[in-house]
């Protein structure tokens, strides 16, 4: 069983930035891919990025590219979302998530809520 948390959520403006991590409990944290989706009210979650166990391979949805960037520090058992250029769109709770694969995930934390005001 791998316990996740989430932290750095809150309320930002449009334009600016956040950084939102994951600490994992668990011994083997460098054995599992890791993500984070997000979930807006009256909207389907999304994978909003992933990355691979030694975190060469990545994933960015659409959304996000370009303004978002997955990292990992396996020696913290953390996971990063480093949050740039938010816009009123990216309003959502969002989740870290823990698997074997970036496109398969077996344990996911409580969310952390992300607001972004004009």
């Known amino acids: 069983q791998v316990q996740l948390v989430e932290s750095g959520g809150g309320l930002v403006q449009a334009g600016g930035s956040l950084r939102l991590s994951c600490v994992a409990s668990t011994r083997t944290f460098g054995n599992y891919a890791m993500g984070w989706f997000r979930q807006a009210p009256g909207k389907e979650r999304e994978r909003v990025a992933a990355i691979g166990p030694r975190g060469t391979i990545t994933y960015y949805s659409g959304s996000v590219k370009g303004r978002f960037t997955i990292s990992r520090d396996n020696a913290k058992n953390t996971v990063y979302l480093q949050m740039n250029s938010l816009k009123l769109e990216d309003t959502a709770v969002y989740y870290c998530?823990?698997?074997?694969?970036?496109?398969?995930?077996?344990?996911w934390g409580q969310g952390t809520l992300v607001t972004v005001s004009s």
């Open positions: 998530a823990a698997g074997p694969f970036t496109t398969e995930f077996d344990y």
